[in-house]
């Protein structure tokens, strides 16, 4: 009777499957069928074994070659279940998305027709502008501008108006990006640097708009190219006053004017440097100088340092005949004089204190109210 069960099995499944009758799936034939078992050595072909199953009879199953269950409608482990696929997570996405944005494994399940399928699996789309990261390539959003796109300004989903432009984020009304000559992309009737919208913005090479007109750019007066040709360059283009033409240099009366005279460079590039040239009239020449007459001079007196580096320092440097060296001292004849005789103090460093002083306090001065120095060098 078994080789009959065998034969009737394979028949059920069809002739193609003779070999492997026993793993035929009937599970509504009723127990006392030729198919049903109860143990193992009912069941005649080699390597099969009786397989129970839950609420029926056991029936008689010959595992496949690997024991994997496929999707072919067949019970290919004997485990009493066909078509029980593996549990282990499956994605057909790009290597290193999964688990990334909206991207994640599926578990693998039998479909129509015996294709495999992977059930709840999420692969990558195009990104859209939707703050999830729906290529799954760890970033979100990205390639789009919400800066200037009318589409999403700002934020994604903002639409400007047709009447609007998307700037710095914000929906605003049309303003002029090209300051060309000639251009009128807002279409307000004003054109290149005629209009409001161009002002300090690009209007050619090494060109820029500034109070509608296209000039010259400041970095570029010290380049000797007529960059808005208008037949001056540099310095002689009144485009350029006020502006720097180099390092220590800027553009004035349309000539180039040095303005670092402490650098020991000819920065205006007329032949002379610092204090030597004019530019640097009554202008610092460093801590405690200043130019006067095409040369440096000393202006503090007082702090044992040569300021305008002459060789000469405070009062023996004749920059500061008449000048203070300090309270109660004042540089007189190259030298450091007391001035005040009454304040208990050497003011010129001699070493001679108010009426002692005899060659700055001699007698007569006035030391104190109603008081002169004495011809005993004492005051009374």
């Not at 080789?3 to 070999?19: D, E, F, T, Y």
């Not at 495999?116 to 959003?141: A, H, K, M, S, Y």
């Not at 090494?206 to 208008?230: A, F, H, M």
């Not at 095409?294 to 002459?310: F, H, L, R």
């Given at each position: 009777?078994?080789?009959?069960?065998?034969?009737?099995?394979a028949l059920g499944c069809?002739?193609v499957?003779?070999v492997?009758a026993s793993a035929?799936?009937?599970?509504?034939?009723?127990?006392?069928?030729?198919?049903s078992?109860a143990?193992?050595?009912e069941c005649?072909?080699?390597?099969?074994?009786?397989?129970?199953r839950?609420?029926?009879?056991?029936?008689?199953c010959?595992?496949?070659?690997?024991?994997?269950?496929v999707?072919?409608g067949?019970d290919?482990?004997?485990?009493g279940?066909?078509d029980?696929?593996?549990?282990?997570?499956?994605?057909?996405?790009p290597?290193?998305?999964?688990?990334k944005?909206?991207?994640?494994?599926g578990?693998?399940?039998c479909?129509?027709?015996n294709e495999?399928?992977?059930?709840g699996?999420?692969?990558?789309?195009?990104?859209l502008?939707?703050?999830?990261?729906?290529n799954?390539?760890?970033?979100?959003?990205?390639?789009?501008?919400?800066q200037?796109?009318?589409?999403?300004?700002?934020?994604?989903?903002?639409v400007?108006?047709?009447?609007?432009v998307?700037?710095?984020?914000?929906c605003?009304?049309?303003?002029q990006?090209?300051?060309?000559d000639g251009?009128?992309?807002?279409?307000?009737g004003?054109?290149?640097c005629?209009?409001?919208?161009?002002?300090?913005?690009?209007?050619?090479?090494?060109?820029?708009c500034?109070?509608?007109?296209?000039?010259?750019?400041?970095?570029?007066c010290?380049?000797?190219?007529?960059n808005?040709q208008d037949?001056?360059?540099?310095c002689?283009?009144?485009?350029c006053?006020?502006?720097s033409?180099?390092?220590?240099?800027?553009?004035?009366?349309?000539a180039?004017?040095?303005?670092?005279?402490?650098d020991?460079?000819?920065?205006?590039?007329d032949?002379?440097?610092?204090?030597?040239?004019s530019?640097?009239?009554?202008q610092?020449c460093?801590?405690?100088?200043?130019?006067?007459?095409?040369a440096?001079?000393?202006?503090?007196?007082n702090d044992?340092?040569?300021?305008?580096?002459?060789?000469?320092?405070?009062?023996?440097?004749s920059d500061c005949?008449?000048?203070?060296?300090g309270?109660?001292c004042?540089?007189k004849s190259?030298?450091a004089?007391?001035?005040?005789?009454?304040?208990n103090?050497?003011?010129?460093?001699?070493?001679?204190?108010?009426?002692?002083?005899?060659?700055?306090?001699p007698?007569?001065?006035?030391?104190?109210?109603?008081?002169?120095c004495?011809?005993?060098a004492?005051?009374?």
């Amino acid at each position: 009777m078994k080789s009959i069960s065998s034969l009737v099995c394979a028949l059920g499944c069809g002739l193609v499957m003779a070999v492997a009758a026993s793993a035929c799936w009937v599970p509504e034939l009723p127990d006392s069928t030729i198919f049903s078992c109860a143990s193992d050595e009912e069941c005649s072909l080699a390597g099969e074994k009786c397989v129970p199953r839950e609420g029926l009879s056991g029936y008689c199953c010959a595992p496949s070659a690997n024991a994997t269950e496929v999707c072919n409608g067949i019970d290919d482990d004997c485990n009493g279940q066909k078509d029980d696929l593996a549990t282990t997570p499956c994605y057909g996405g790009p290597e290193g998305t999964a688990g990334k944005g909206r991207c994640k494994a599926g578990t693998p399940k039998c479909g129509a027709n015996n294709e495999q399928l992977c059930e709840g699996e999420v692969l990558p789309t195009t990104e859209l502008c939707n703050r999830i990261d729906d290529n799954c390539d760890g970033v979100t959003d990205e390639g789009f501008d919400l800066q200037q796109d009318v589409k999403n300004c700002g934020t994604c989903g903002t639409v400007c108006a047709a009447s609007q432009v998307c700037v710095a984020g914000r929906c605003t009304g049309r303003v002029q990006q090209v300051c060309t000559d000639g251009s009128d992309d807002d279409e307000d009737g004003l054109a290149g640097c005629a209009d409001s919208d161009c002002d300090l913005k690009p209007c050619g090479a090494n060109r820029i708009c500034s109070g509608g007109t296209c000039g010259e750019i400041e970095l570029k007066c010290d380049d000797n190219v007529d960059n808005d040709q208008d037949g001056a360059r540099d310095c002689a283009d009144l485009d350029c006053d006020q502006k720097s033409c180099g390092t220590g240099c800027v553009c004035k009366s349309r000539a180039k004017t040095e303005t670092v005279c402490t650098d020991t460079l000819d920065n205006d590039g007329d032949g002379r440097a610092d204090c030597a040239d004019s530019d640097c009239a009554n202008q610092s020449c460093g801590t405690g100088c200043v130019c006067k007459s095409n040369a440096a001079a000393e202006t503090t007196c007082n702090d044992t340092v040569d300021n305008d580096k002459d060789g000469k320092v405070d009062c023996a440097d004749s920059d500061c005949a008449n000048q203070s060296c300090g309270t109660g001292c004042t540089c007189k004849s190259n030298v450091a004089a007391e001035t005040t005789c009454n304040d208990n103090v050497d003011n010129d460093k001699d070493g001679k204190v108010d009426c002692a002083d005899t060659a700055d306090c001699p007698t007569g001065t006035a030391c104190g109210t109603g008081k002169t120095c004495k011809s005993n060098a004492t005051c009374g």
